[in-house]
């Protein structure tokens, strides 16, 4: 089936939990954050949400932190878009999770959860890359399988497991309830990115590259393609379609047609719900593709 595919997969984990992934090249999303808001240690109570049950979700990346761990994990503070906030030795962010509790340490991020949200593990007592963080508040918590996760005043840590590089923060407000610490033990919370800006793989059987733009338009969403012109003209019918790659299911939401690589769109729905479940977006190379959908 000739189709341009641009997919986008979006899964709920705990209240909403953001991943995007790609049926040809994964996409490298770049979030357009709101200023952030230092929050102090004492304004994070260990019962602030209540815990959920993660729904199921597919984690396709490989988790920054390898099983088993032979080496002492290393804590370092960093400078980010945020801010200066906790990552690890190599500048890969490090996020709390409000779910988890302090007295005693305990995680309540498992099996789904927990595969997009690996946690940061240690062999040994952890160690300090640089100087700012206060050595008093590191802590470990014994996991489920065993294994020892690192803590920073009382708080396990995590990755995000689309943070693909040093100093990015695609986890932050991930469903209002994933932060990222500061040296102090407090936190830096904001609300959920009012634009997110994802740069698309071309689908399998065309060469179809380029862009999408969630922007949140407070009860709606616009939703804007920018991929690389088909024929000269030519519209080519685009949805939102229920499912993930590599075989969307029903469509969920009809675009606007692009017609030589462009398309704007609003929505009716906030950007929060659209982001909840999963999602493909789909341009298809003529109407007659379209209509097998």
């Not at 990346?61 to 878009?81: D, I």
């Not at 779910?99 to 340490?105: C, G, L, Q």
């Not at 020892?148 to 986890?171: E, H, I, K, M, S």
């Not at 709606?220 to 393609?225: A, G, I, S, W």
């Amino acid at each position: 089936m000739k189709i341009a595919r641009l997919i986008i997969l979006i899964a709920l984990v705990a209240f909403a939990l953001i991943a995007l992934a790609a049926c040809a090249p994964a996409p490298t999303p770049t979030p357009v954050p709101p200023p952030a808001t230092a929050v102090p240690a004492t304004a994070v109570p260990a019962t602030a949400v209540p815990p959920a049950q993660p729904p199921a979700a597919t984690a396709t990346a490989v988790p920054p932190s390898p099983t088993p761990v032979t080496k002492p994990a290393v804590l370092a503070l960093n400078e980010t878009k945020l801010g200066k906030i906790i990552t690890d030795g190599n500048g890969m962010s490090l996020y709390m999770y409000p779910p988890d509790t302090r007295n005693p340490i305990a995680s309540t991020c498992y099996d789904a959860c927990a595969r997009n949200w690996p946690p940061l593990l240690t062999a040994g007592k952890p160690e300090l890359k640089g100087t700012g963080l206060d050595e008093k508040l590191i802590g470990t918590t014994q996991r489920r399988d065993g294994t020892t996760q690192v803590a920073y005043n009382g708080w396990p840590l995590y990755y995000w497991a689309r943070d693909r590089n040093p100093g990015d923060t695609l986890g932050q407000a991930v469903g209002d309830i994933w932060w990222v610490m500061t040296a102090d033990g407090g936190t830096i919370t904001s609300a959920a990115f009012p634009t997110i800006e994802l740069i698309l793989g071309a689908g399998r059987d065309a060469d179809q590259n380029g862009k999408a733009r969630l922007v949140a338009k407070g009860d709606k969403t616009d939703v804007v393609l920018d991929i690389k012109p088909g024929a000269a003209g030519v519209a080519q019918p685009a949805h939102i379609h229920e499912g993930t790659c590599p075989v969307p299911g029903a469509v969920k939401y009809p675009l606007t047609n692009v017609v030589d690589g462009k398309s704007t769109t609003t929505l009716d729905v906030k950007l929060a719900d659209l982001l909840k479940g999963g999602f493909a977006i789909n341009a298809h190379l003529s109407a007659a593709e379209a209509a097998k959908y």
